[in-house]
DNA sequence: CCTGCCGGGCG
DNA sequence: CGCCCGGCAGG
């Protein structure tokens, strides 16, 4: 059931899978014992040829570096990595949390009344798998309250945004920034889009509206898209026996319905390089697969990430770049940060030198392997690292590797992680539990929030962890949900506190999951300490009834949970089962409907 | 498909 | 604010 609930939050259909590299975890501090979110930075896997029969060169042994996002309670050295076996990660395809004893003053996340929400373990009662969780209000004026949430409802990190809103982002940026009109809604209305700019004046084409700080946030909260690609492209070099076909589809985009084809196609200038029918032989050469691929990873621009496939004698590795050399425009500083951070590893045999600057690891695959003779391109024998203090060592196996299954292959390479965790927590899981032949159990959480920076060793960006402060000038938001008198749809207010404008779009992930089992908490205290001072809450016209179970029912049957200062959250209206004006008096008579449903807004005269 | 309606643009 | 409509979710 747990399961469903988090697809349907997620409603992908798409699936989706990832690199073990950059993947959020969660683990132990040594400090406190308390887990903190971190990233997997390198895997180390000792030699161990036997073990080594997966292309992923993982094996049991494989302890996992991690680098704990910064916050204020727990603060890593800045440029110290922690060192875990699997068993002792929590996050996709690594421990359940289901697993483990949390210790109070552990920081968790919830969903409560459809959003996510930030508290402390007070207690955690293994036996009947009960947490206490302290969760502070909203509003700063008003006292913590208590939640009870089995261990399974429980996240250690904070959780992706809602798809919807993903989406529409990502179309967004796609039609803006990467010079693409089509998406795959539009695909299919047999119109030619025109790009966003020549649109947004006198056209009543909705336009987006997201603040640069947004899109940045976008950008950044998608950093396991160029995991996907990777993991697609590793898929391939690991397999050279896989399906021809499965690996012309990810490259060559002949796919049907892969919308990463469609947007890429629709908003590619030159024809895809599939009208070549010699391009799918199998004669093809290792110069020619490295060319056609470098140029069609170059068009997907796999959600405007930058995806180098290094060939090399035959074997195709693959590498990721941390920057987002795919796209111009507004991102030059974000890219100029991160390449700061970059360390450029040659890839050459039993070489592994690595460079400050690409230009410099280029001449020297130039000068010490290539000589000048060859036309190879230097590109392919390097890869950039993420970061300065440790090599990442990923592409050193040269055993070969059995395919993955092709459920794993790249049909869905453009669904972006934070759509689909659970889909993903799965097939990361069955790779790991396929290739290692260890227990690693999936576990609810999702390890894909936006919690730290893309690059996780810069020291330059700053994190929203102060999950109790309020800032009075930050953005809030007020939305005015039904113009009818409803007495549930007061006009609600973001909680300012935590989310910047950068990242609220997180919050608004809360319809889908309202009718689950978030539900099912119970409030155990609700303790007013002091009125609120200022700013008002939000006006709620009607309180609540909480009843026995916690539940707060609103009108329309549907359950929500309240907390003290805790607005109403956006949700999508139910759809009334009562008659509406459309079908009362037909579209012949429109003139009798009313206005709301002229509106195409919910109709006031037969409301549910 | 159809329907209800949310989110948002335009004047 | 009135009006309109794209698009989504759900049936």
């Known amino acids: 059931m747990k399961k469903y609930f988090l697809n349907k939050m997620s409603t992908g259909k798409r699936l989706a899978k990832r690199s073990i590299i950059g993947m959020r975890v969660c683990a132990l501090s040594p400090d406190d014992g308390l887990f903190y979110p971190g990233r997997i930075h390198a895997v180390k896997t000792p030699d161990s040829p036997r073990d080594n029969q997966n292309c992923i060169n993982l094996t049991p042994n494989t302890r996992y570096s991690v680098r704990f996002d ?55 009662d293994v036996t009947m798998d009960e947490v206490t969780i302290q969760i502070q209000s909203a509003s700063p004026n008003e006292a913590p309250y208590e939640l009870v949430k089995k261990l399974e409802e429980v996240r250690l990190s904070e959780s992706r945004r809602s798809p919807r809103l993903a989406d529409q982002e990502r179309d967004t940026d796609f039609a803006r920034l990467a010079d693409m009109a089509g998406d795959r809604r539009r695909s299919s209305s047999h119109s030619i889009d025109v790009p966003m700019q020549f649109t947004q004046n006198g056209s009543r084409k909705r336009r987006t509206s997201y603040t640069q700080d947004e899109r940045e946030y976008l950008l950044d909260g998608d950093d396991m898209d160029e995991c996907n690609a990777a993991l697609v492209l590793m898929s391939l070099s690991c397999s050279p026996n896989s399906p021809r076909q499965a690996w012309e589809s990810a490259i060559f985009g002949t796919s049907p319905g892969d919308s990463i084809q469609s947007s890429s196609y629709s908003g590619s200038s030159s024809p895809p390089l599939s009208d070549d029918g010699n391009v799918s032989s199998s004669s093809m050469s290792s110069n020619e697969q490295k060319y056609i691929i470098k140029q069609n990873l170059h068009k997907l621009k796999i959600n405007q990430h930058n995806v180098k496939v290094h060939i090399r004698r035959g074997q195709r ?3 990721l770049s941390a920057s987002d050399e795919g796209i111009v425009m507004d991102y030059g500083e974000e890219m100029a940060r991160k390449r700061r951070t970059r360390l450029f590893k040659c890839t050459w045999k039993n070489c592994g030198s690595t460079f400050a600057t690409d230009q410099q690891v280029k001449s020297h695959v130039r000068t010490v392997h290539l000589g000048p003779k060859n036309n190879d391109d230097e590109d392919f024998y390097f890869t950039d ?50 290739l290692l032949m260890s227990s ?57 506190s935590t989310y910047s404008s950068s990242n609220y779009p997180v919050l608004v992930q809360q319809y889908h999951s309202l009718s689950s089992s978030s539900s099912q908490a119970s409030i155990t205290k609700l303790s007013h300490s ?57 579209m012949d008579n429109r003139d009798s409907w009313c206005t709301q449903c002229k509106w195409k807004k919910a109709c006031s005269r037969f409301g549910d």
């Open 70 to 124: 910064p916050n204020p309670v727990f603060i890593p050295t800045r440029r110290a990595l922690y060192e875990f076996s699997s068993s002792e990660l929590i996050g996709d395809g690594f421990g359940n949390i289901t697993d483990v004893k949390l210790k109070p003053g552990q920081k968790v996340y919830i969903t409560n009344n459809g959003r996510e929400t930030c508290g402390i373990i007070v207690e955690h």
């Open 317 to 319: 590795t693959t590498s």
């Open 385 to 434: 690292l993420e970061d300065e203090d440790e090599a990442i060592e990923t592409d050193t196996n040269t055993t070969s590797s059995p395919p993955l299954p092709p459920t794993l292959s790249h049909s869905d390479m453009a669904r972006p992680p934070h759509e689909d965790p659970e889909y993903q927590r799965k097939i990361v899981g069955n790779i790991r539990q396929g």
């Open 440 to 496: 690693g159990s999936a576990n609810g959480q999702s390890s894909f929030a936006k919690s730290g920076p893309i690059t996780s060793g810069s020291n330059t960006v700053i994190h929203n962890y102060a999950w109790s402060q309020t800032s009075p000038t930050s953005p809030q938001k007020h939305v005015k949900l039904s113009p009818r008198p409803s007495t549930s749809y007061a006009p609600y207010t973001l909680p300012s």
């Open 530 to 586: 002091s009125p609120p001072q200022l700013p008002p809450p939000p006006q709620q016209q009607h309180t609540p009834v909480i009843q026995t179970t916690g539940k707060c029912i609103n009108q329309s049957g549907i359950a929500k949970m309240r907390p003290p200062g805790m607005s109403t959250p956006l949700q999508r209206r139910t759809r009334g089962e009562n008659k509406k004006c459309r079908k009362v008096y037909g």
